[in-house]
Each structure stands twice: as structure tokens, then as C-alpha cells.
């Protein structure tokens, strides 16, 4: 199958669109040697999250499954020093030629001044050359995320980095 030499895009609600909300985040690796189906194996187990991804913890399931996601799945977990509730709203696993999604809107309960919504978006595409995509992005609303956005380093940017890094390292160690 002839690779595409274009590059998929994470698909955004209108209300999250980047540019729009008060904080945004963009992350991405392009690494040889594991598929998009080796990074989604990764991510889509919960249980694995804590062992490459330092700022998750305390990841649970509100209706007793898991720990792997699936479509609408509420789960909750603690990042960044958040008690975050999410849904997942996107749930495309890979399939050959065309790029995995999974997103989910997440939440921090609050008022005005201490309330959070954020979409978290990931895409794994395999590319030509037996290399993976691995993109993630999170776009967020709320007083919160203006103070993220503030701070130099963006706390988002480099947490993520180390999420997308963690993530390809444990695919390689699971791949043996």
C-alpha cells in the first residue's frame, strides 16, 4: 500500500478550535520503528500510563471498567495536580492506511475562577518507512489554562513532552 505523503489533523469541536481557547498545547514525535498499533497499545491500557508518564496517577473507571478506554468511556485521574474527569469522545483505533484517534474532554470541577475543560487529543499515523506519528494536542478553556498559558515554560508543552516521549519508549520495550 502506497503511503500518503499528507499528514491527518486532529479533528476539533468548534467551541475547543486552537487559536479560540485560552491555553493550547501541540506535541508530536515521528519515531522509526513501531507502528501506530504499538503506540496505541500503549495508550489505550490506562494501567501502562503511570509507568512512562510521571503526571499521571489514580486513574479510574466511574462504571468499573478499564483500564483500557473505549468509545464514551467516563474515567477519571489526577494530572498536573488536578483531580480531572474525562469522557472520551473520539475512539478510532488503527487500522491500515488510515491515522488512530482517541480524544476525550476532560474537567475540573469549580467556579468561575477554578473551573477547567480541556479537549486532549491524540493521532497515531504510520508513515513510509516503517516510522509512526505520534501527535497530541490539548486545547483548553478556563482561568486555570490563561494561567498555564502564562507561564514560560508552558507547563503543557513540556508534560506532554514527556507523555509522547514515555509513550514511544514503552512501546519499544513492549515491542522487546
Not at 63 to 82: H, M
Amino acid at each position: 500500500m502506497t503511503q500518503p505523503t499528507t499528514q491527518s489533523a486532529i479533528v476539533w469541536p468548534a467551541d475547543y478550535l486552537p487559536g479560540t481557547t485560552d491555553n493550547f498545547a501541540s506535541n508530536e514525535i515521528i519515531v522509526a520503528g513501531l507502528t501506530a498499533q504499538d503506540i496505541w497499545a500503549q495508550l489505550n491500557d490506562t494501567a501502562l500510563w503511570p509507568t512512562y508518564y510521571s503526571n499521571a496517577e489514580d486513574i479510574r473507571f466511574h462504571d468499573g471498567s478499564g483500564p483500557l478506554l473505549s468509545a464514551n468511556a467516563r474515567f477519571r485521574f489526577t494530572t498536573f495536580g488536578y483531580p480531572v474527569e474525562a469522557q472520551v469522545t473520539e475512539y478510532v483505533p488503527p487500522v491500515d492506511g488510515k491515522a488512530a484517534r482517541i480524544a476525550w474532554h476532560g474537567w475540573v470541577e469549580g467556579d468561575a475562577e477554578s473551573r477547567l475543560d480541556v479537549i486532549h487529543a491524540w493521532l497515531f499515523e504510520d508513515l513510509a518507512g516503517g516510522r509512526v506519528r505520534i501527535l497530541t494536542q490539548e486545547s483548553q478553556k478556563g482561568v486555570p489554562a490563561q494561567q498555564l498559558a502564562a507561564t514560560t515554560p508552558n507547563p503543557m508543552i513540556n508534560g506532554h513532552q514527556e507523555w509522547i516521549d514515555g509513550l514511544a519508549s514503552a512501546a519499544r520495550r513492549a515491542r522487546g
